[in-house]
């Protein structure tokens, strides 16, 4: 059998006599033969790995203390990966620490011979190597964990996006069915309409001599046909297109302007109006009749909200502010200057019964109403949420802790990216555009 | 003085029937119906109306095709044409100007009143 190359040990200890036995104790050994270089102290040994790299290091632990405890620390974790063998008393317990630290092995100093001492330290070599070996396995296994847990996290990314995406795009359907059905319903029902009116001009025109009762059945019946109309075309507005004119605009004025159109209302219903409209608010892109509309719906909820308890107080606030948007969760979050993005935000808040918590969602579902029936299609909030989508902002509704609702209009984005499409004030309509109901909506 | 004439083009029975029986009771207008789009050329040309009142949603070829067939033919190019429509409301209708494809355009349901005034108007009396 070939010998193996004479391994390189290291010998560390301050006291010459000692260096000069081990050296002789090892140089007796052959197979493996080992060449054995004397350190002084723990010192040369740290610049000595620099350009070295023993096989093993022999450390005589001549004085057992802190300092020689954290040098032999040192060692190790410069180079870690070179079994060490420590040289104790004989009845030195603490040689125990040593192996906490990470030291293989240690043999007491008066009980040595060659072979021992060569074997122990063979051992130590090879120890090492299988735990190297063993580090390197688990190091790359931990990084093949964390690659694994970013792949993880890519995925679970990917699969929330893909979910959002999924929801949006089932949200566009049902919108655009919606849309469809809205347009084929108006069309169906207009006619019929158009009928009842014909039919009622030519009644009036032709019965002159009506008793009050034919009076008040025609008027009732005009009365009829006006209501299912303006039915019909606030559904066609809930259908109407998704993009619309938008010009800078302040927005302080136009929530004055709508409020003023709601002044006999209020004053009719005792309505106290408070207002709070900070004048730094960002100009914004916007279109004015739209958010007039907006305004106004929420204007008259909280009107109805309030009339049956004989009056209220309708609060209208606006300001600057920096807001946390979740779009998954559909929730805002207002936060301290410097964190969030800047916003601003129109809250309208009333005193009356509040809304009911299971219903809080649904209110703002297309249909949904919990007016009386005759008050409300259910479309005006989900209409003014629509209006405030397209402005690239959104609409909350949340019970106050005081009583009462609370709407909060959120305009994220003074400039937002609206395309100025809009077919209705387009003089060059194309022919696919009025061909098809559903061509009309869109 | 004669009497308007009004060719109605719409695929609603009652609509066609309904308008222009109040109308022909308001005042002069001599009024002829028309239930399918692509007949209404043919109308137009023995009828030689003053106005059409043209439907724009219809199952066999749409008002604003006939609307373009019109306007290509030599012979009717000339008269003016209101769309009637059940397509669009009021208010989407007000906000085009009242206006599709250059002509007036009107939504369902509209009473005689209105329908005569846009008419005078058309006709300019």
């Known amino acids: ?442 | 003085m004669a009497k308007s004439k009004i060719l109605i083009v719409d695929d609603e029975e009652g609509v066609m029937t309904l308008l222009k029986l109040s109308l022909e009771e308001v005042g002069d207008y001599e009024v002829r119906v028309e239930g399918e789009g692509r007949k209404a050329l043919d109308s137009a040309r023995w009828f030689k109306p003053d106005v059409i009142l043209l439907d724009v949603i219809m199952p066999d070829i749409s008002g604003t095709e006939v609307a373009v067939q019109l306007k290509e033919d030599e012979e009717l190019k000339d008269i003016p044409i209101i769309f009637l429509t059940a397509a669009v409301s009021k208010q989407q209708a007000d906000e085009r100007g009242g206006i599709l494809n250059d002509h007036p355009l009107i939504a369902k349901p509209v009473g005689v009143e209105e329908l005569i005034d846009k008419l005078s108007e058309v006709l300019g009396s």
């Open chain 1, 1 to 442: 059998m070939a010998r193996s190359a004479a391994k390189k040990i290291l010998l560390v200890t301050s006291d010459s006599g000692a260096a000069e036995k081990y050296t002789s104790c090892l140089g007796s050994v052959r197979d493996p033969a080992m060449a054995v270089e004397h350190m002084p102290d723990l010192k040369s040994v740290v610049e000595r790995l620099d350009d070295h790299e023993p096989d093993a290091i022999l450390l005589d632990t001549g004085i057992e203390n802190e300092t020689n405890l954290a040098d032999i620390a040192r060692i190790l974790s410069q180079g870690g990966h070179i079994p060490i063998v420590a040289l104790v008393p004989s009845d030195d317990h603490a040689a125990l620490n040593l192996l906490e630290l990470g030291v293989q092995d240690y043999v007491a100093r008066d009980d040595i011979t060659g072979p021992r001492l060569a074997g122990i330290i063979s051992k130590a070599i090879v120890r090492r190597r299988h735990e190297n070996k063993l580090h390197q396995e688990a190091a790359q296994l931990r990084e093949q964990e964390e690659e694994l847990r970013d792949s993880l996290g890519r995925l679970e990314r990917a699969h929330t996006e893909l979910k959002m995406s999924q929801n949006s795009m089932a949200d566009a359907e049902r919108s655009e069915a919606i849309a469809r059905l809205t347009a084929g319903v108006a069309h169906e029902v207009k006619n019929p309409l158009q009928i009842m009116r014909s039919g009622m001009d030519l009644i009036k025109m032709q019965l002159k001599d009506r008793t009050r009762t034919m009076n008040v059945a025609i008027e009732q019946m005009e009365e009829a046909i006006n209501r299912a109309n303006a039915i019909i075309m606030e559904l066609l507005d809930f259908a109407r297109p998704r993009e619309l004119e938008a010009t800078v605009q302040e927005l302080n004025p136009i929530i004055e302007k709508s409020l003023l159109l709601m002044k006999n209302e209020l004053a009719k219903n005792h309505i106290k109006l408070v207002t709070q409209f900070d004048a730094h608010v960002a100009p914004l892109r916007l279109n004015k009749t739209k958010i007039g509309q907006a305004l106004i719906n929420l204007f008259i909820n909280a009107v109805h909200a309030m009339r049956n308890q004989g009056g209220g107080e309708l609060t209208v606030i606006s300001r600057m502010t920096q807001v946390e948007v979740n779009d998954r969760t559909r929730q805002f979050e207002e936060v301290e200057e410097g964190r969030g993005e800047s916003a601003v935000i129109v809250q309208i808040m009333d005193t009356g019964p509040g809304i009911n918590e299971a219903l809080l969602q649904k209110v703002l579902e297309p249909f949904f109403s919990t007016k009386s029936e005759g008050e409300g299609t259910g479309l005006g909030l989900s209409v003014t949420r629509k209006i405030m989508q397209l402005h690239g902002g959104d609409l909350y509704i949340a019970n106050r802790e005081t009583g009462g609702a609370m709407v909060t209009l959120l305009f994220r984005d003074f400039y937002p990216d609206l395309s100025v499409v809009d077919v209705y004030s387009d003089s060059e309509i194309s022919e696919d555009t009025v061909k098809l109901p559903v061509a009309v909506v869109e």
